[in-house]
């Protein structure tokens, strides 16, 4: 607004053309840059292939120092062709025009790099000259001179246009965001940092258009997948971006904040800075696979393919998707420390089987020898005592039972002499160890477990019940080995069987050698290598299955995760530094304590580095009123963000009396005729597949969630069913009421049933002041 009055005042009173006119000429003045950086990035684009052909012409012959130059070159001109060949949706989208700096310094990057305005910047009377103009966009392009055409958004030259406010300008006098589409500029939006000045750009008064880009961004309707905020992150949210990478960086925010849109920004910004020390990849865990869906698409519209992984919490494990949620009590105990025991305890029960083995048999020396169950046992409970991997321990086995067949064939008395006893005794091992039926005995005996045979030998309500006495109650085991029989794995049996894995050990094998590029070695480079015709999912993949540690983990919706979960995110990150993004308010776990001690377990010392995001950027604030109803009763005394935006449209309560189904889809339908995006109809868990009956044919821009699996999303307009239902589903309900509430970004209808015991104008008792 401020903008818009200065404008005004610079121009006298002006009529609506006048105004498009200088909105027009503005926009012209950007088409003229665009153009500009296009012809220079097509100039770029002829460098890289000429480059990558010349190298290519090098042949694969050379000195070592040729091929490794030559695969350098390689390296930087795929690089290069990679970034340059990625069609930007808006490649340029920032200006900003700044007063002469402290002192006449340039960075790497051209620009100047002084953060406040020299002496004499601004002169006595208000008035100041322009001395830079910079360009922003998703990467840098720099002139035929090494002048920056376009300042990289992550570059230090271009934290001005994200950090300055009309509070703290610093050099910044306009900050303009451009809209554009490929290679048409279609529109700008100015903010005035220093609406006190009268500045001049070569010799003109600086015009300002339009009323801020935050506003306009907020106000889009959306659509199933996220989009960047590159044009208008935030000053708090910008401290959190470019923090530094080392240790952990904690950042706390309520619904809407822009928790995960910062992660996201914050992985390309780490890549920015230091990429090959990030060539080691980035782990983004994120809580279901329909948030991994919807945001995938960002960080390839920031110019980042492949290095970072973005996985759900379900899918860390390799060649495993569970998308199947147990029951709040089944998954309170999978996902509990007591889990943990259950799982050491099975993993070692787990070769005890009706179908092992009872008798050991052989012949050494021409005698027969025998070992019955009892001794069998006891070979077995020695080789197992201890912590060691269980896989890891056949070896072991292996040798006490020969120790236990020499005692029993008597032989062992029989010299005096230690290196006939020695040499007797080896001749005695060398004769078992050759008979094909003892290695048969030790695979049938002391077989190779799989995290997957563990898992299904725990469906066996009575086995379960030894491994977990004590720890689970009887009704727990029934429950979680009923949950284990059925078919496909659920979110929390993923970390159960990472935990086994951990705990079985992976037995080493023969080494496979691999045929290597000599050239790999001689550069390392090939990690880096962008590979073009992989997605960015199946480059995730392969990286994923290569690597089981990453250089940074980012973990989205951290208040969620389970104390095994947060075990099996920090075997990935054990070297690794971290940034952990959450609400507490939002989590849908039942016991916040124990997942903070987990939590702590998986960080260990590190420092931590804390932020608090207060804005809430998603909701208008009629919706965020009301869900601050339920955090009231969720979390006492906790603060709700503040909302950046009102609509004027209050949320609407509807009761469905005996039809559900159909006052749903008919308020469903309603939103899809008022709102241009999407609409997302939130209810129980147990309700999923119900809900997607009832809005069966009216198309894709409206969906049916679970309450767990709305985590995250967001829709231009929600319909929350039955906040009653959602809030009876488990200890944590309040908390995942509290989130089906703040996923509207315009409308919220709210449809109650009987439990919810509505009001005359249909709001429910949860709901009411
Ligand atoms: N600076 C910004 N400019 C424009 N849009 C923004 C900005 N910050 C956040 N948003 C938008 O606000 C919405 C909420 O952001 P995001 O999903 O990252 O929030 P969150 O804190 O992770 O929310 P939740 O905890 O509810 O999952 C998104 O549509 C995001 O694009």
Not at 267 to 277: I, N, P, V
Not at 406 to 418: I, K
Request: glycine content about 8%; charged content about 30%.
């Amino acid at each position: 607004m401020a903008a818009q009055a200065q404008q005004e005042t610079a121009l006298g009173p002006v009529g609506t053309s006048a105004h498009d006119s200088l909105r027009d000429r503005e926009i012209s003045v950007e088409q003229q840059h665009l153009d500009r950086v296009y012809r220079r990035l097509e100039e770029k684009i002829h460098e890289a292939e000429f480059l990558m052909n010349d190298a290519a012409q090098r042949g694969h012959v050379g000195t070592p120092g040729a091929l490794a130059e030559r695969d350098a070159q390689v390296f930087r001109a795929g690089i290069h062709l990679n970034r340059l060949n990625n069609e930007f949706e808006d490649f340029l989208f920032g200006r900003i025009d700044l007063l002469l700096g402290k002192d006449g310094k340039k960075g790497p990057d051209g620009a100047y790099t002084a953060v406040e305005p020299a002496e004499g910047a601004v002169r006595p009377d208000n008035t100041a000259d322009i001395a830079e103009t910079l360009h922003i966009g998703r990467i840098g392009v720099l002139d035929e001179e090494y002048a920056p055409l376009v300042i990289d958004w992550r570059a230090p030259a271009a934290a001005p246009f994200y950090r300055s406010t009309p509070v703290d300008p610093g050099r910044v006098v306009r900050r303009r965001v451009i809209r554009s589409k490929g290679r048409k500029v279609l529109g700008v939006e100015d903010d005035l940092m220093r609406p006190e000045l009268t500045a001049r750009l070569d010799g003109r008064e600086l015009p300002v258009i339009g009323d801020g880009a935050l506003m306009a961004a907020l106000g889009q309707a959306r659509t199933h997948t996220m989009r960047d905020i590159v044009a208008s992150i935030q000053a708090e949210q910008d401290l959190v971006i470019r923090a530094p990478a080392a240790s952990v960086t904690y950042v706390e925010g309520g619904p809407g904040t822009g928790k995960t849109a910062v992660a996201l920004h914050r992985a390309a910004y780490l890549l920015y800075q230091d990429r090959r020390r990030y060539a080691g990849g980035i782990l983004i865990v994120s809580p279901t696979p329909l948030l991994v869906a919807y945001t995938e698409g960002v960080l390839p519209s920031l110019g980042e393919e492949g290095q970072v992984a973005i996985r759900a919490v379900g899918s860390l494990v390799d060649g495993v998707q569970a998308t199947v949620y147990d029951s709040p009590s089944v998954a309170r105990a999978k996902g509990s420390y007591r889990m943990l025991k259950v799982v050491r305890k099975a993993a070692r029960g787990a070769l005890e089987r009706g179908d092992a083995p009872t008798r050991l048999r052989v012949v050494a020396f021409g005698r027969r020898i025998e070992l019955d169950a009892e001794e069998l046992e006891r070979v077995r409970r020695t080789a197992l005592s201890g912590t060691a991997p269980v896989n890891l321990l056949r070896p072991r086995a292996r040798r006490l039972l020969l120790d236990a067949l020499w005692v029993r064939s008597g032989a062992a008395g029989r010299h005096t002499d230690p290196e006939l006893a020695a040499e007797l005794r080896s001749s005695f091992d060398e004769d078992i160890l050759c008979e094909d039926s003892f290695t048969e005995f030790l695979d049938a005996w002391w077989p190779e477990l799989t995290p997957r045979a563990v898992l299904d030998a725990m469906a066996d309500e009575k086995r379960l019940g030894r491994w977990a006495r004590r720890i689970l109650t009887p009704g727990e085991v029934r429950k979680v080995a009923r949950s284990l029989r059925r078919d496909g794995l659920s979110v929390h049996d993923v970390a159960v069987l990472d935990e086994l894995q951990a705990v079985l050990g992976v037995p080493a094998r023969p080494r496979k050698k691999r045929e290597l590029d000599p050239l790999d070695q001689l550069t390392g480079l090939e990690e880096l290598m962008p590979v073009r015709e992989e997605s960015q999912r199946e480059r995730a993949e392969r990286l994923a299955q290569e690597r089981t540690e990453y250089a940074h983990v980012i973990v989205d919706e951290a208040q969620d995760l389970t104390p095994m979960q947060w075990r099996m995110i920090g075997r990935r990150g054990r070297h690794a530094t971290w940034t952990v993004v959450g609400d507490p308010a939002q989590s849908s776990w039942s016991d916040p304590d124990e997942a903070a001690e987990a939590r702590d377990e998986a960080l260990g010392t590190r420092p931590r580095r804390r932020f608090t995001l207060t804005v809430n950027y998603r909701n208008p604030a009629e919706i965020a009123d009301l869900a601050a109803k339920v955090l009231a009763l969720a979390m006492p005394g906790s603060e709700a963000p503040s909302a950046v935006r009102s609509t004027g449209v209050e949320p609407r309560f509807s009761i469905a009396r005996d039809a559900l189904g159909e006052t749903v889809r008919a308020e469903a339908a309603r939103l899809l005729d008022m709102v241009d995006g999407t609409v997302g109809v939130v209810v129980a868990m147990n309700r999923r597949q119900e809900a997607a009956r009832w809005l069966d044919g009216l198309g894709d821009r409206v969906v049916a969630l679970g309450s767990l699996e709305a985590k995250g999303l967001e829709y231009d307009a929600t319909v929350v069913v039955s906040p009653a239902e959602i809030a009876d589903e488990s200890p944590a309900g309040l908390r995942v009421l509290y989130v089906a509430l703040t996923r509207a970004t315009q409308q919220l209808t709210v449809v109650s049933g009987e439990r919810d015991e509505p009001d005359a104008a249909g709001v429910p008792d949860l709901l009411r002041d």
